[in-house]
């Protein structure tokens, strides 16, 4: 069954503190593994896509990589305004053969000034 | 990416009822989405929305609940019908982007409170 894990579940860091999320996979035939920031009362914004292992992207303060069992959103001398919930999810398929987000239950970050 | 919009941003309703939840994109698009977002579970997908096609539900939606209508590559609702306090959550819609490998773009969200 696709599955998608995410930890830490919280993470507090102080500002400057560079630290990383993991999202760990399981799917058959991944097409792509999304990253997206979630702010309270909002609609998920997109961050990265990761094709295949090996592969990195970078915005700013973050950087994804991926394996082919998970990948990590590295962040480095965070500030407050990262602070957010960091959504992973990995593409699928359903029944119908109709493409599907699988996700996790995220991971949320607060940083500290 | 698409700029999507959603009414309303949220809403208190009795149960019994039933509320229909809009979702309008500034460009055509193939494919919508409808999740829901309960505290602590990740998002779930409702149901997949083609133009001009009946919109295919994923396992534990009917469509009797949640009917869903796509009348152009614009737009689309969701009706969440005969509510029920369980029903309380995030209704967002998204819609597919280009790229290699399809990116979805996500609405700002719904709330629902079903008292």
């Known amino acids: 069954e696709d599955q998608v894990t995410q930890s830490p579940e919280a993470l507090r860091l102080q500002e400057g503190e560079s630290s990383s999320l993991n999202c760990s996979y399981t799917?058959?035939?991944?097409?792509?593994l999304f990253w997206y920031r979630q702010d309270p009362g909002k609609g998920p914004e997109f961050l990265f896509t990761l094709y295949s292992a090996g592969e990195e992207k970078e915005k700013e303060r973050l950087k994804a990589t991926l394996t082919k069992k998970e990948s990590f959103l590295h962040i480095t001398a965070p500030k407050p305004e990262d602070s957010a919930t960091y959504l992973c999810?990995?593409?699928?398929?359903?029944?119908?053969?109709?493409?599907?987000?699988?996700w996790g239950l995220g991971t949320s970050l607060a940083v500290n000034p | 990416s698409a700029v999507i919009s959603q009414k309303p941003s949220r809403d208190i309703c009795q149960r019994g009822t039933s509320l229909t939840i809009q979702c309008q994109v500034d460009?055509?698009?193939?494919?919508m989405f409808w999740y829901r977002q309960q505290p602590g579970q990740s998002l779930t997908l409702i149901a997949t929305a083609n133009q001009g096609s009946e919109a295919t539900y994923e396992s534990g939606f009917v469509i009797d609940k949640f009917p869903i209508s796509r009348p152009n590559l614009t737009f689309s609702t969701l009706t969440v019908s005969n509510m029920s306090p369980e029903d309380s959550s995030i209704y967002l819609c998204?819609?597919?982007?280009?790229?290699?490998?399809?990116?979805?773009?996500f609405g700002p969200g719904t709330r629902l409170l079903v008292l």
């Open positions: 460009s055509q698009v193939t494919m």
């Open positions: 799917v058959s035939g991944l097409r792509g």
């Open positions: 999810a990995v593409q699928s398929f359903n029944a119908g053969n109709n493409r599907k987000l699988i």
């Open positions: 998204s819609v597919e982007g280009g790229g290699r490998v399809e990116t979805q773009y």
